[in-house]
């Protein structure tokens, strides 16, 4: 559970990107409670309750320009075996946006656009205790708990985060500016005009954006501080995993300090990311023999585990956006805020 933390404002920093824009203030503490009343509504019941077909598209890259249906698909989604490609071809489950269906020998075209049908299904039951730690006019700063998927991928279409804020911001439709894991809890970004998010997500490429974590790992570190700079492979492998690749991985750094070594053989440990890949906190600390404590993926003696995303009622990850500060894209005040603490890091 992630609950409401703390928020203060301090001088402009250099280097923000700050519009000539107005921008209200802080809404008051009852009007976020009543904005998490509506989101206590739109999740009871949670809308992926009600069976539903879904249907995704797939969007034809240059690269896979004249090459068959079945072969783009495994060479675009690795992380999909070639047995289940082959059976949700068969099973007749891709189609043009006119309906006909696109055999997994049809020869698909660069910028064509196919259709994947997922049956009737109930998606899993997700956690809902978010938490509004601070809104304005421009953007919304969120507690999300765990498990809870940011947007929709696998299983998951309407139990996410954006979906389920959507529904209860409705007619203004709010999106994240970064992304946790769905089994990671903590402080997420979200802007409700696409302007806000440009600007923000330029102060995250510029690396005015400043991000913590709290993490409990397996064994105890040989140094206090210490750091992986570890290549991370651009392309998911098995399960959306990512993993270390040092000829062709992309350039990454996540700085990590010992906050406590407890007697049952973990550590508590505070990580400053200083680039953003997929599971970067999570791979680099598996990569150095300390697996986080309740990951399901990324386990002990660099093996993988079979499952991405945590039931509901599993034991944690136990990974936690703790500190978030950047400027506000339109007043230019540098933010910043602190989540409370989850149990196991108390």
Same mark, same amino acid.
């Given at each position: 559970?992630?609950?409401?933390?703390?928020?203060?404002?301090?001088? /402009?920093?250099?280097?923000?990107?700050?519009?000539?824009?107005?921008?209200?203030?802080?809404?008051s503490?009852?009007?976020?409670?009543?904005?998490?009343?509506?989101?206590?509504?739109?999740?009871?019941?949670?809308?992926?309750?009600?069976?539903?077909?879904?249907?995704?598209?797939?969007? /034809?890259?240059? !690269?896979?320009?004249?090459?068959?249906l079945?072969d783009?698909?495994?060479?675009?989604?690795?992380?999909?075996?070639?047995?289940?490609?082959?059976?949700?071809?068969d099973?007749?489950?891709?189609?043009?946006?006119?309906?006909? !269906?696109?055999?997994?020998?049809?020869?698909v075209?660069?910028?064509?656009?196919?259709?994947?049908?997922?049956?009737?299904?109930?998606?899993?039951?997700? #956690? &809902?205790?978010?938490?509004?730690?601070y809104?304005?006019?421009?953007?919304?700063?969120?507690?999300?708990?765990?498990? +809870?998927?940011?947007?929709?991928?696998?299983?998951?279409?309407?139990?996410?985060?954006?979906?389920l804020?959507?529904? #209860?911001?409705?007619?203004?439709?709010?999106?994240?500016?970064?992304r946790?894991? #769905?089994?990671? %809890?903590?402080?997420?970004? +979200?802007?409700?005009?696409?302007?806000?998010?440009r600007?923000?997500?330029?102060?995250?490429?510029?690396?005015?954006?400043?991000?913590?974590?709290? /993490?409990?790992?397996?064994?105890?570190?040989?140094?206090?501080?210490?750091?992986?700079?570890?290549?991370?492979?651009?392309?998911?492998?098995?399960?959306?995993? &990512?993993?270390?690749?040092? #000829?062709?991985?992309?350039v990454s750094?996540?700085?990590?300090?010992?906050?406590?070594?407890?007697?049952?053989?973990?550590?508590?440990?505070?990580?400053?990311?200083? &680039?953003?890949r %997929?599971?970067q906190?999570?791979?680099?600390?598996?990569? +150095?023999?300390?697996?986080?404590?309740?990951?399901?993926?990324? +386990?002990?003696e660099?093996?993988?585990?079979?499952t991405?995303?945590?039931?509901?009622?599993?034991?944690?990850?136990?990974?936690?956006?703790?500190?978030?500060?950047?400027?506000?894209?339109?007043?230019?005040?540098?933010?910043?805020?602190?989540?409370?603490?989850?149990?196991?890091?108390?």
């Open positions: 559970m992630c609950g409401v933390g703390t928020v203060s404002l301090a001088s /402009v920093r250099s280097g923000c990107c700050v519009a000539a824009v107005s921008v209200d203030l802080p809404f503490s009852e009007r976020l409670a009543a904005r998490e009343q509506a989101i206590r509504r739109v999740s009871h019941p949670l809308p992926g309750s009600v069976p539903l077909e879904n249907r995704r598209p797939v969007n /034809v890259r240059a !690269v896979h320009d004249r090459w068959r079945f783009m698909l495994i060479d675009r989604f690795p992380q999909v075996s070639r047995a289940e490609w082959q059976a949700r071809c099973a007749g489950r891709f189609v043009h946006s006119a309906g006909d !269906v696109r055999g997994k020998d049809d020869r075209r660069a910028g064509e656009q196919v259709l994947q049908i997922f049956p009737l299904e109930v998606e899993p039951r997700v #956690a &809902t205790d978010i938490r509004i730690l809104e304005d006019a421009a953007l919304i700063v969120v507690g999300k708990p765990a498990p +809870l998927p940011m947007h929709p991928s696998g299983r998951f279409r309407r139990n996410t985060l954006q979906h804020l959507n529904l #209860a911001y409705a007619p203004v439709t709010v999106r994240p500016v970064h946790l894991d #769905a089994n990671t %809890t903590g402080l997420v970004l +979200l802007g409700k005009t696409r302007e806000c998010c600007l923000m997500q330029r102060q995250w490429m510029v690396g005015a954006v400043e991000k913590a974590y709290l /993490v409990r790992v397996a064994g105890h570190p040989v140094d206090d501080v210490f750091f992986s700079d570890a290549r991370i492979s651009a392309r998911p492998s098995v399960l959306g995993t &990512t993993f270390i690749d040092e #000829a062709g991985g992309r750094r996540t700085d990590f300090q010992v906050v406590e070594r407890r007697d049952d053989g973990t550590s508590l440990l505070e990580a400053r990311l200083g &680039t953003g %997929t599971n906190i999570r791979v680099h600390l598996w990569d +150095l023999g300390h697996p986080v404590v309740g990951d399901p993926a990324y +386990l002990a660099r093996l993988l585990g079979d991405q995303t945590l039931d509901v009622d599993a034991p944690p990850l136990q990974l936690h956006a703790w500190s978030l500060a950047f400027c506000h894209p339109f007043s230019g005040e540098r933010l910043h805020f602190t989540a409370v603490r989850p149990s196991w890091a108390s």
